[in-house]
């Protein structure tokens, strides 16, 4: 199994980037899929996540992030907008079994800087 995360990179605070995580091993439309971050020094934390029609979104990203999937290309993205500087980590997708509250898989992550 493996969850390639991709789309990272530098952009101006106020610009916009699109992260995708591109499954194999697994079909994703079994799965909730997430989006988690890190940042240098703190903790990894929740940023979205989507279900079989449901999302969710941390308080800091709610407005600004949309989270979608595409379960015929077994890929779930993160349409990131008014990007602060604050938003810079590494994004990590992640996968979990529908009715389970584990994430079993993660991706390797791909780091956004949000700066000018």
């Known amino acids: 199994v493996q969850l390639q995360a991709s789309g990272g990179g530098l952009v101006q605070p106020g610009g916009s980037l699109r992260l995708s995580c591109l499954a194999s091993?697994?079909?994703?439309?079994?799965?909730?899929i997430a989006w988690f971050r890190q940042s240098p020094g703190k903790e990894r934390e929740f940023v979205s996540v989507?279900?079989?029609?449901?999302?969710d979104y941390s308080d800091s990203v709610k407005g600004r992030f949309t989270i979608s999937r595409d379960d015929a290309k077994n890929t779930l993205y993160l349409q990131m907008n008014s990007l602060k500087p604050e938003d810079t980590a590494i994004y990590y997708c992640?996968?979990?079994?529908?009715?389970?509250?584990?994430?079993?898989?993660w991706g390797q992550g791909t780091l956004v800087t949000v700066s000018s």
């Open positions: 992640a996968a979990r079994r529908r009715a389970t509250s584990i994430y079993r898989y």
């Open positions: 091993g697994i079909t994703l439309r079994y799965y909730t």
């Open positions: 989507i279900g079989w029609k449901s999302t």
